[in-house]
């Protein structure tokens, strides 16, 4: 089993920065697929940005140039850097995780549309974002 665990959420102006930490362990792969998506209550889930282990990135139009997917080095680290924060990006992120490399095929560029299929994910946090 792979148990994600996210961290650095908060509550910030609108303008502000924010940077969520999600630690993989486990039965850790090692190739897989991880991302982030949101979800608002009373909405659906939403795809943030994904990568596949070869450092390939694909994220929402919505985020595009405001929000940066990175690991460390070991790749069980995964980072959302979030700049730029807006109120309609207030939400619960959680982290997911797959080992089935389909859903981050590099030559689909929206793959991050995956993420909500993704087979592990953590319990989130919350960002809020006020104007």
């Known amino acids: 089993k792979v148990n994600l665990v996210e961290s650095g959420g908060g509550s910030v102006q609108s303008g502000g920065s924010l940077t969520l930490t999600c630690v993989m362990s486990?039965?850790?792969?090692?190739?897989?697929?991880m991302g982030w998506f949101r979800q608002e209550p009373g909405k659906e889930r939403e795809g943030v940005g994904a990568t596949d282990s070869d450092g390939n990135r694909s994220y929402s139009d919505s985020v595009k140039g405001r929000f940066t997917i990175s690991q460390d080095n070991t790749k069980a680290t995964l980072y959302l850097h979030m700049n730029n924060l807006k109120p309609e990006d207030t939400g619960l992120y959680y982290c997911?995780?797959?080992?089935?490399?389909?859903?981050?095929?590099?030559?689909?560029?929206?793959?991050?549309?995956?993420?909500?299929?993704?087979?592990?994910r953590g319990q989130g946090t919350q960002v809020t974002v006020s104007s």
């Open positions: 486990g039965r850790v792969y090692t190739d897989y697929c």
């Open positions: 997911a995780a797959d080992e089935r490399l389909n859903l981050c095929q590099y030559y689909n560029r929206d793959f991050y549309r995956y993420l909500t299929e993704y087979k592990y």
